[in-house]
Protein backbone atom coordinates (compact mmCIF):
# COMPACT_ATOMS: atom_id res chain seq x y z
CA UNK A 1 0.00 0.00 0.00
CA UNK A 2 3.03 1.99 0.92
CA UNK A 3 4.73 1.29 -2.24
CA UNK A 4 1.42 2.14 -4.26
CA UNK A 5 0.91 5.48 -2.90
CA UNK A 6 4.90 6.60 -3.88
CA UNK A 7 4.11 5.16 -6.79
CA UNK A 8 1.23 7.08 -7.75
CA UNK A 9 2.70 10.11 -5.98
CA UNK A 10 6.05 10.60 -8.11
CA UNK A 11 4.67 9.21 -11.52
CA UNK A 12 2.19 12.37 -10.71
CA UNK A 13 5.48 14.36 -10.48
CA UNK A 14 7.29 13.19 -13.07
CA UNK A 15 4.39 12.68 -15.84
CA UNK A 16 4.59 14.76 -18.85
CA UNK A 17 1.78 13.80 -20.73
CA UNK A 18 -0.41 16.56 -19.17
CA UNK A 19 1.27 18.63 -21.76
CA UNK A 20 -0.04 19.68 -24.74
CA UNK A 21 1.01 17.52 -27.37
CA UNK A 22 2.91 20.60 -29.72
CA UNK A 23 5.56 20.16 -26.63
CA UNK A 24 5.54 16.58 -27.80
CA UNK A 25 5.86 17.02 -31.40
CA UNK A 26 9.12 15.61 -32.92
CA UNK A 27 10.68 15.93 -29.38
CA UNK A 28 12.37 12.53 -28.53
CA UNK A 29 13.39 13.56 -24.86
CA UNK A 30 9.77 12.28 -23.53
CA UNK A 31 10.21 9.48 -24.95
CA UNK A 32 13.83 8.46 -23.99
CA UNK A 33 12.31 9.00 -20.13
CA UNK A 34 9.65 6.78 -20.91
CA UNK A 35 12.15 4.25 -22.42
CA UNK A 36 14.16 4.35 -19.58
CA UNK A 37 11.34 3.40 -17.15
CA UNK A 38 10.25 0.43 -19.25
CA UNK A 39 13.73 -0.75 -19.03
CA UNK A 40 14.16 -0.58 -15.61
CA UNK A 41 10.91 -2.15 -14.99
CA UNK A 42 11.90 -5.33 -17.77
CA UNK A 43 15.29 -5.84 -15.77
CA UNK A 44 12.97 -5.91 -12.41
CA UNK A 45 10.05 -8.43 -14.12
CA UNK A 46 13.36 -10.84 -15.52
CA UNK A 47 14.69 -10.99 -12.08
CA UNK A 48 11.28 -11.46 -10.66
CA UNK A 49 10.73 -13.96 -13.20
CA UNK A 50 13.96 -16.29 -13.18
CA UNK A 51 15.97 -15.49 -10.40
CA UNK A 52 14.14 -14.57 -7.20
CA UNK A 53 13.45 -16.53 -4.13
CA UNK A 54 11.30 -19.63 -4.57
CA UNK A 55 8.40 -17.73 -2.47
CA UNK A 56 7.94 -15.33 -4.04
CA UNK A 57 5.55 -16.12 -6.41
CA UNK A 58 1.76 -14.87 -7.26
CA UNK A 59 0.33 -11.53 -5.46
CA UNK A 60 3.90 -11.61 -4.36
CA UNK A 61 5.33 -10.68 -7.75
CA UNK A 62 2.40 -8.23 -7.99
CA UNK A 63 3.79 -6.56 -4.72
CA UNK A 64 7.29 -6.52 -6.02
CA UNK A 65 6.24 -4.86 -9.01
CA UNK A 66 4.12 -2.28 -7.54
CA UNK A 67 7.46 -1.85 -5.53
CA UNK A 68 9.60 -1.77 -8.23
CA UNK A 69 7.61 0.73 -10.44
CA UNK A 70 7.73 3.40 -6.79
CA UNK A 71 11.74 2.86 -6.62
CA UNK A 72 11.94 3.38 -10.34
CA UNK A 73 9.66 6.91 -10.46
CA UNK A 74 10.73 7.98 -7.06
CA UNK A 75 14.67 7.07 -6.41
CA UNK A 76 15.12 6.93 -10.40
CA UNK A 77 13.26 10.05 -12.08
CA UNK A 78 11.92 11.97 -9.62
CA UNK A 79 15.73 12.44 -7.46
CA UNK A 80 17.61 12.78 -11.13
CA UNK A 81 16.21 16.48 -10.71
CA UNK A 82 18.27 16.84 -7.27
CA UNK A 83 21.64 16.86 -9.63
CA UNK A 84 20.18 20.20 -11.70
CA UNK A 85 18.07 18.29 -14.86
CA UNK A 86 14.59 18.96 -14.49
CA UNK A 87 12.32 16.51 -16.13
CA UNK A 88 9.08 18.91 -17.37
CA UNK A 89 11.67 21.79 -18.12
CA UNK A 90 14.72 20.29 -19.68
CA UNK A 91 13.45 17.26 -20.93
CA UNK A 92 9.54 18.42 -22.61
CA UNK A 93 9.37 22.43 -22.54
CA UNK A 94 13.48 22.93 -23.72
CA UNK A 95 13.54 19.42 -25.83
CA UNK A 96 17.11 18.94 -24.71
CA UNK A 97 17.60 15.45 -25.06
CA UNK A 98 21.31 15.13 -23.38
CA UNK A 99 19.32 16.33 -20.04
CA UNK A 100 16.79 13.39 -21.05
CA UNK A 101 20.25 11.20 -21.56
CA UNK A 102 21.11 11.52 -18.17
CA UNK A 103 17.70 11.19 -16.90
CA UNK A 104 16.80 8.11 -18.55
CA UNK A 105 20.56 6.42 -17.20
CA UNK A 106 19.84 7.38 -13.86
CA UNK A 107 16.79 5.50 -14.01
CA UNK A 108 18.21 2.53 -15.43
CA UNK A 109 20.88 2.46 -12.83
CA UNK A 110 18.11 2.69 -10.25
CA UNK A 111 16.11 -0.21 -11.88
CA UNK A 112 19.50 -2.22 -11.91
CA UNK A 113 20.18 -2.24 -8.51
CA UNK A 114 16.48 -2.95 -7.27
CA UNK A 115 16.28 -5.86 -9.40
CA UNK A 116 19.41 -7.01 -8.22
CA UNK A 117 18.72 -6.76 -4.69
CA UNK A 118 15.69 -8.93 -5.87
CA UNK A 119 18.19 -11.78 -7.27
CA UNK A 120 19.02 -14.70 -5.06
CA UNK A 121 17.93 -17.24 -2.09
CA UNK A 122 16.91 -15.45 1.07
CA UNK A 123 18.13 -18.47 3.11
CA UNK A 124 20.52 -20.89 0.08
CA UNK A 125 21.13 -23.28 2.77
CA UNK A 126 18.23 -23.69 4.25
CA UNK A 127 14.30 -24.09 4.08
CA UNK A 128 13.79 -20.41 5.42
CA UNK A 129 12.10 -17.59 3.83
CA UNK A 130 12.77 -13.39 3.82
CA UNK A 131 10.95 -10.39 3.61
CA UNK A 132 10.24 -7.53 1.52
CA UNK A 133 12.88 -5.89 4.26
CA UNK A 134 15.91 -7.45 2.78
CA UNK A 135 15.77 -6.21 -1.22
CA UNK A 136 14.91 -3.03 0.30
CA UNK A 137 17.83 -3.19 2.64
CA UNK A 138 19.99 -3.74 -0.37
CA UNK A 139 18.87 -1.53 -2.70
CA UNK A 140 18.91 1.32 -0.01
CA UNK A 141 22.58 0.31 0.37
CA UNK A 142 23.24 0.08 -3.25
CA UNK A 143 21.58 3.37 -4.07
CA UNK A 144 23.10 5.48 -0.97
CA UNK A 145 26.52 4.13 -2.72
CA UNK A 146 25.58 4.91 -6.60
CA UNK A 147 24.54 8.49 -4.71
CA UNK A 148 28.36 9.48 -3.33
CA UNK A 149 30.04 7.67 -6.27
CA UNK A 150 27.62 10.24 -8.41
CA UNK A 151 28.71 12.79 -6.00
CA UNK A 152 32.11 12.80 -6.61
CA UNK A 153 31.92 12.36 -9.98
CA UNK A 154 29.80 15.91 -10.32
CA UNK A 155 32.12 17.19 -7.38
CA UNK A 156 35.58 17.25 -9.83
CA UNK A 157 33.90 18.09 -13.19
CA UNK A 158 35.35 21.30 -14.84
CA UNK A 159 32.61 23.49 -14.17
CA UNK A 160 28.93 22.69 -13.64
CA UNK A 161 27.64 19.76 -15.67
CA UNK A 162 23.84 20.86 -14.99
CA UNK A 163 24.83 24.26 -16.68
CA UNK A 164 26.58 22.44 -19.95
CA UNK A 165 23.81 19.84 -20.05
CA UNK A 166 20.72 22.75 -19.85
CA UNK A 167 22.72 25.66 -21.84
CA UNK A 168 25.66 24.13 -24.12
CA UNK A 169 23.18 20.80 -24.45
CA UNK A 170 27.20 18.48 -24.44
CA UNK A 171 25.89 15.26 -25.94
CA UNK A 172 29.95 14.59 -24.88
CA UNK A 173 29.34 15.45 -21.29
CA UNK A 174 26.18 13.67 -21.53
CA UNK A 175 27.73 10.45 -22.65
CA UNK A 176 30.48 10.29 -20.49
CA UNK A 177 28.11 10.55 -17.49
CA UNK A 178 25.49 8.04 -18.78
CA UNK A 179 28.52 5.67 -19.01
CA UNK A 180 29.30 6.33 -15.43
CA UNK A 181 25.87 5.78 -13.99
CA UNK A 182 25.65 2.58 -16.25
CA UNK A 183 28.68 1.28 -15.16
CA UNK A 184 28.31 2.22 -11.78
CA UNK A 185 25.13 0.78 -11.89
CA UNK A 186 26.10 -2.61 -13.32
CA UNK A 187 28.53 -3.63 -10.17
CA UNK A 188 26.36 -2.35 -7.39
CA UNK A 189 23.73 -4.49 -9.21
CA UNK A 190 26.18 -7.74 -8.82
CA UNK A 191 27.25 -6.03 -5.16
CA UNK A 192 23.77 -6.85 -3.95
CA UNK A 193 22.48 -9.41 -5.92
CA UNK A 194 22.69 -13.17 -5.62
CA UNK A 195 22.59 -15.71 -2.52
CA UNK A 196 25.16 -14.75 0.23
CA UNK A 197 28.48 -17.01 0.28
CA UNK A 198 31.22 -14.87 1.28
CA UNK A 199 32.02 -10.74 1.05
CA UNK A 200 33.94 -11.39 -2.20
CA UNK A 201 31.81 -10.40 -4.11
CA UNK A 202 31.34 -6.80 -1.86
CA UNK A 203 35.04 -5.89 -1.77
CA UNK A 204 35.12 -6.55 -5.06
CA UNK A 205 32.41 -4.50 -6.58
CA UNK A 206 33.60 -1.43 -4.24
CA UNK A 207 36.74 -1.91 -5.69
CA UNK A 208 35.64 -1.51 -8.80
CA UNK A 209 33.25 1.73 -7.55
CA UNK A 210 37.26 3.05 -6.34
CA UNK A 211 38.71 2.51 -9.96
CA UNK A 212 35.60 4.13 -11.45
CA UNK A 213 36.15 7.37 -8.90
CA UNK A 214 39.99 6.89 -9.76
CA UNK A 215 39.38 6.70 -13.65
CA UNK A 216 37.32 9.98 -12.78
CA UNK A 217 40.16 12.02 -10.88
CA UNK A 218 42.46 11.24 -13.90
CA UNK A 219 40.37 12.72 -16.55
CA UNK A 220 39.63 15.49 -14.46
CA UNK A 221 43.03 16.17 -13.95
CA UNK A 222 43.74 16.27 -17.44
CA UNK A 223 40.52 18.70 -18.39
CA UNK A 224 42.15 21.03 -15.68
CA UNK A 225 45.58 20.70 -16.85
CA UNK A 226 44.26 21.71 -20.10
CA UNK A 227 42.58 24.87 -19.09
CA UNK A 228 43.97 27.78 -19.55
CA UNK A 229 44.51 30.08 -16.76
CA UNK A 230 43.19 33.17 -16.72
CA UNK A 231 39.18 34.48 -16.69
CA UNK A 232 36.60 31.72 -16.45
CA UNK A 233 33.73 33.51 -18.07
CA UNK A 234 31.36 32.89 -15.71
CA UNK A 235 30.21 36.69 -15.47
CA UNK A 236 28.01 37.43 -17.82
CA UNK A 237 29.27 39.80 -20.75
CA UNK A 238 33.14 38.82 -20.10
CA UNK A 239 35.04 36.60 -22.50
CA UNK A 240 37.29 33.52 -21.12
CA UNK A 241 38.31 30.04 -21.98
CA UNK A 242 35.97 27.30 -22.01
CA UNK A 243 35.45 24.72 -19.10
CA UNK A 244 34.37 22.69 -22.08
CA UNK A 245 35.99 18.78 -22.15
CA UNK A 246 37.38 18.07 -25.68
CA UNK A 247 34.98 15.39 -27.47
CA UNK A 248 38.12 13.03 -27.46
CA UNK A 249 38.68 12.70 -23.90
CA UNK A 250 35.27 12.49 -22.78
CA UNK A 251 34.95 9.46 -25.41
CA UNK A 252 38.14 7.61 -24.24
CA UNK A 253 36.43 8.47 -20.73
CA UNK A 254 32.95 7.00 -21.29
CA UNK A 255 34.97 3.56 -23.06
CA UNK A 256 37.20 3.24 -19.48
CA UNK A 257 33.70 3.78 -17.53
CA UNK A 258 32.34 0.84 -19.86
CA UNK A 259 34.94 -1.61 -19.51
CA UNK A 260 35.51 -1.03 -15.43
CA UNK A 261 31.79 -2.04 -15.60
CA UNK A 262 33.00 -5.30 -17.59
CA UNK A 263 35.08 -6.14 -16.05
CA UNK A 264 33.12 -6.25 -12.82
CA UNK A 265 30.51 -8.53 -14.23
CA UNK A 266 33.25 -10.94 -15.58
CA UNK A 267 35.35 -11.15 -12.17
CA UNK A 268 31.77 -11.58 -10.37
CA UNK A 269 31.45 -14.79 -12.74
CA UNK A 270 34.70 -16.05 -12.41
CA UNK A 271 34.09 -15.75 -8.60
CA UNK A 272 30.80 -17.60 -8.96
CA UNK A 273 32.89 -20.22 -10.93
CA UNK A 274 35.32 -20.97 -8.48
CA UNK A 275 32.66 -20.84 -5.56
CA UNK A 276 30.54 -23.37 -7.11
CA UNK A 277 33.60 -25.54 -7.93
CA UNK A 278 32.82 -25.00 -11.74
Keep these: MVSAFVAVAAAAATRTGVFHRLYLRGNPAPGILRLGVI???AW?????WRY???????????????????VVKLFGQFAASWFGVRIRVDAVERRNVPAALVIAAFTIATG??????????????????GGWWIPISFFLLGWTTLLIAFGLFLRREPGSLAHRLQRERSLEDARAT???????GVALTDAVSGDFWG??????????????????????GLAA???PTGRTGDVAGEEGPSHEPSETRRTLEAIVYVLLG?????LNRLLDGSLGGG
Design 199 to 220: WQHGLLTFGVLAALVIAREIFA
Design 225 to 227: AGT
Design 52 to 70: ADPSVTGIYVVFYLVMGYA
Design 112 to 129: LIFGGSLWGEADPVGDGE
Design 178 to 184: IFFLLAA
Design 262 to 266: LAAWW
Design 44 to 48: IAFVL
Design 39 to 41: VAM
